[in-house]
């Protein structure tokens, strides 16, 4: 079992950059894949990026994910906002074929 806490998250305008947190309760180098995912209002949740044990990350356009095992935190970084990015992100991790959740932080992008 893993619990997962998200920060950094809030509200940011148009064009602007957030950078969310997401510290595990257990070594994040153990973890087969841990990931960012995204609810907007409205729609189904979304993966968006993360890291497979072996693997590197996968990451969409604007977004870029990191990983610093020292200080056991995967972080998600935010370019270039858009009103459409306002939702809940959840960091996930899966280990031994189940996805733990985190409780997720609430981003608001708006003028």
């Known amino acids: 079992q893993v619990h997962a806490v998200e920060s950094g998250g809030g509200s940011a305008q148009p064009g602007e950059s957030l950078r969310l947190s997401c510290i595990p309760s257990?070594?994040?180098?153990?973890?087969?894949?841990i990931g960012w995912y995204r609810q907007v209002p409205g729609k189904q949740r979304e993966y968006l990026a993360g890291?497979?044990?072996g693997s590197r990350a996968t990451v969409p356009h604007r977004f870029s994910i990191s990983k610093d095992s020292a200080k056991n935190t995967l972080y998600l970084e935010m370019l270039d906002l858009e009103r459409e990015d306002t939702g809940l992100y959840y960091c996930?991790?899966?280990?031994?074929?189940?996805?733990?959740w985190g409780q997720g932080t609430q981003v608001t992008v708006s003028l």
């Open positions: 996930a991790a899966v280990i031994e074929g189940r996805t733990y």
């Open positions: 257990r070594n994040i180098d153990s973890i087969t894949i």
């Open positions: 890291f497979e044990s």
